[in-house]
């Protein structure tokens, strides 16, 4: 019903329609979540082979307290990664850009797909390919804003690379 009255009061006057490119017209897009969800799910898988490398199948409330939270964080950052590309590509990417990155549609099917395998999974080479996408897709975003990138080792227990702009 306040839908029907907002429409109706918005039919008798004269205000001007305007439209912004998100919700919150920023300006602000970064990769770098992505990229640390990437890394997170593959920290994960990491800690959930461990714990049953370390336990095997031990039925105690310790293995299933700590299996069920590393799994939990997995999917939580397969999905992240997911998320934060999609934002990107719907706010930030043009279709200019497309046209000088034809790639870009196949890549974030490509990051979606492995985002999605990571969470149904426990594959290291899965989570390294979703890392490998979403370095692909920061290297093009930062070109995309005029800025030089480089591979840097992650500073964190997953010392994988990651791509970040040179400032």
């Known amino acids: 019903m306040l839908h029907k009255i907002i429409k109706s009061f918005d039919q008798h006057t004269q205000i001007e329609s305007v439209d912004a490119h998100c919700d919150i017209p920023c300006g602000i897009y970064d990769p770098h979540h992505a990229q640390i969800g990437a890394l997170t799910v593959i920290r994960m898988v990491d800690l959930i082979d461990q714990q049953v490398k370390e336990h095997g199948t031990i039925e105690t409330a310790e293995f299933f307290n700590s299996m069920a939270r590393y799994i939990a964080v997995k999917e939580e950052h397969a999905e992240l990664v997911k998320h934060e590309i999609r934002v990107i590509w719907g706010d930030f990417i043009k279709e200019s850009h497309t ?11 490509k990051i979606m797909a492995l985002g999605s395998k990571a969470r149904q999974t426990v594959d290291r080479e899965t989570a390294l390919h979703l890392l490998d996408a979403v370095n692909e897709f920061a290297e093009i975003f930062w070109q995309i804003k005029g800025k030089e990138t480089k591979r840097v080792k992650s500073p964190y227990s997953v010392s994988e690379d990651m791509v970040v702009p040179e400032l």
Do not use: A, M, T
């Open 99 to 109: 046209e000088q990155f034809p790639q870009l549609h196949g890549l974030v099917h």
